[in-house]
């Protein structure tokens, strides 16, 4: 299966309001989780490794578990 170009851009350092503006499939990862990132005033400047860390989630699982939505419904929001 070829990479899909936008999934690269899935790091531990990209911000998580970036995300959910670019991949609006990424949204119901964050409320399953029970995450408090969407609309939070610090999502502009709190990366993903960020929120998890302040979460409790494991960054690795998280991360598999939004490249496996976004590689599925992922296309990036216009």
Same mark, same amino acid.
């Given at each position: 299966? *070829? @990479?899909? +170009?936008?999934?690269?851009?899935? #790091?531990?350092?990209?911000?998580?309001?970036?995300?959910?503006?670019? =991949?609006? *499939? @990424?949204? +119901?990862?964050?409320?399953?989780? #029970?995450?408090?990132?969407?609309?939070?005033?610090?999502?502009?400047? =709190?990366?993903? @490794?960020?929120?998890?860390?302040?979460?409790?989630?494991?960054?690795?699982?998280?991360?598999?578990?939004?490249?496996?939505?976004?590689?599925?419904?992922?296309?990036?929001?216009?």
């Amino acid at each position: 299966m *070829a @990479a899909v +170009p936008h999934l690269s851009s899935i #790091r531990p350092d990209l911000a998580v309001d970036d995300l959910l503006r670019r =991949h609006k *499939a @990424a949204i +119901p990862v964050f409320i399953r989780r #029970r995450m408090l990132c969407i609309g939070c005033p610090f999502a502009p400047s =709190h990366t993903i @490794a960020d929120a998890c860390r302040e979460h409790g989630i494991e960054l690795d699982s998280m991360l598999a578990e939004l490249v496996d939505v976004l590689s599925v419904d992922g296309s990036p929001a216009r």
